[in-house]
């Protein structure tokens, strides 16, 4: 996945869409939309509410038809049955039924997955273990609580062993220590070659699990790559002369956008990571006498704060 532009796919990329469009009525939910997860890849899909993350999921879980673009899984079309045999999800909002047991849960879901329950129940078992619930599959679901209830739901993304997985918001009920073991279970799909899609508003646990994210607003894509590459999509810069004169601010304001000045000091706004060596050169041969340059590391949350301003002003 590249920063800028439409990312490249391998021919046995785990999603590749192209060009997605969705219109409900007069309303554009997504527009020419290019996505693409490789396997192995952990990729956080970022937006703000109304972004089209939603809209994306339900089209490459087959939920909903596209008005126009492409979207296959492991080079199926989405359309097609097949495509969706290697696919685990787990949306946000789901409900099971209360009366069953974890366990008896996930033999039916194993059952719809063309497992045999019986001949995989050491895999059940493990699968509970996995997710944090060794022991309390022979308990009703009615008496889980909310983060444990999350937890059978990952586990039951999981029980056809796919080779892709969908998880929207996939620790919002949970507490840190959850959080810590939901994040580990992803790197290990991962580590064994799992494709993961993560749609997640705890920008911190994007941070902290994912190796590239796609932000997305009003149906397109603002932004992808690698996390350093988005953090660094709008960096500040910090530049420390010994005299601030209107010379200087000229000749920093065409490197970008100048956030704040004072007599010894300019915090610069740029969309260019590569900024600061050509402008301590240009600063230099000008004649300013330059204290410091320190390029200011930015959280994933302020680049996409950034990002949506940007796009809504």
């Given at each position: 996945m590249r920063s800028g532009g439409s990312p490249m796919a391998s021919?046995?990329?785990?999603?590749?869409?192209?060009?997605?469009?969705?219109?409900?009525g007069r309303h554009v939910a997504l527009a020419s939309l290019d996505l693409v997860v490789e396997p192995g890849q952990v990729v956080g899909l970022l937006g703000p509410n109304g972004?089209?993350?939603?809209?994306t999921v339900k089209i490459l879980t087959g939920l909903v038809r596209p008005t126009g673009g492409t979207a296959e899984l492991f080079g199926v079309p989405v359309a097609d049955p097949p495509a969706r045999s290697r696919l685990g999800y787990l949306p946000e909002h789901f409900r099971f039924p209360e009366w069953l047991t974890g366990l008896e849960l996930l033999r039916f879901h194993a059952r719809l997955a063309g497992r045999d329950p019986r001949r995989d129940a050491d895999w059940l078992h493990e699968l509970l273990a996995l997710v944090g619930l060794d022991g309390r599959g022979d308990e009703r679901i009615r008496g889980y609580s909310k983060g444990m209830t999350q937890r059978l739901g990952l586990a039951q993304a999981l029980v056809g062993a796919p080779d892709l997985v969908l998880l929207d918001e996939p620790t919002s009920?949970?507490?840190p220590l959850g959080r810590r073991e939901i994040r580990e279970l992803i790197r290990t799909l991962a580590r064994?070659?799992?494709?993961?899609?993560?749609?997640?508003?705890?920008?911190?646990e994007v941070e902290l699990v994912c190796d590239h994210v796609v932000v997305i607003d009003r149906g397109t894509v603002l932004?992808?790559?690698?996390?350093d590459e988005v953090r660094s999509a709008s960096l500040e810069v910090r530049i420390e002369l010994e005299r601030v004169d209107q010379r200087a601010r000229d000749l920093v304001a065409g490197y970008g956008r100048i956030i704040a000045t004072d007599d010894h000091e300019i915090l610069l706004g740029t969309d260019d990571p590569d900024v600061v060596p050509r402008l301590a050169a240009d600063l230099v041969q000008s004649g300013a006498r330059v204290r410091a340059l320190v390029p200011l590391r930015r959280s994933l949350e302020d680049a996409f704060v950034g990002l949506v301003r940007k796009e809504e002003s």
């Open positions: 021919a046995d990329a785990a999603i590749t869409a192209r060009g997605l469009h969705k219109r409900y972004a089209g993350k939603t809209t009920a949970m507490d064994d070659g799992v494709a993961v899609l993560l749609n997640s508003h705890l920008l911190s932004r992808s790559g690698t996390l």
